[in-house]
């Protein structure tokens, strides 16, 4: 079965920085997109950033400027550099893969456990 680990969470200042990693267990081209989604308490799940198998990427609003995602194919690994955080970041991140099927395999959706992010003021 296909897995997804995150690490590179913690706890840091208002202004800081953190790298969340995200390690496949097969080869990430395997999927149509990957991606970082957050959950902080009482809101719904978003997502932050997806980079498609082309490598295109997308931000969402607040975080266009200040989070990177990117990839290393060799260790089937994403990853999100996240700089100038805020308060408003803390949450749970996820990392996101979808295979969007094709005329012989289905499609899927897989999600890690999540990592804790919290930016202290």
């Known amino acids: 079965q296909v897995k997804l680990v995150e690490s590179g969470g913690g706890l840091v200042q208002a202004g800081g920085s953190l790298t969340l990693s995200c390690a496949a267990s097969?080869?990430?081209?395997?999927?149509?997109?990957m991606g970082w989604y957050r959950q902080a308490p009482g809101k719904q799940r978003e997502r932050v950033a997806s980079?498609?198998?082309?490598?295109?990427?997308e931000y969402e609003d607040s975080v266009k400027g200040r989070f990177t995602i990117s990839r290393d194919s060799a260790k089937n690994t994403i990853f999100l550099q996240m700089n100038s955080l805020k308060p408003e970041d803390t949450a749970v991140y996820y990392c996101?893969?979808?295979?969007?099927?094709?005329?012989?395999?289905?499609?899927?959706?897989?999600w890690g456990q999540g990592t804790q992010v919290t930016v202290s003021s």
């Open positions: 996101n893969a979808e295979h969007w099927g094709t005329p012989t395999t289905a499609e899927y959706d897989l």
């Open positions: 097969e080869s990430i081209f395997s999927f149509n997109a």
């Open positions: 980079i498609l198998s082309g490598g295109p990427t």
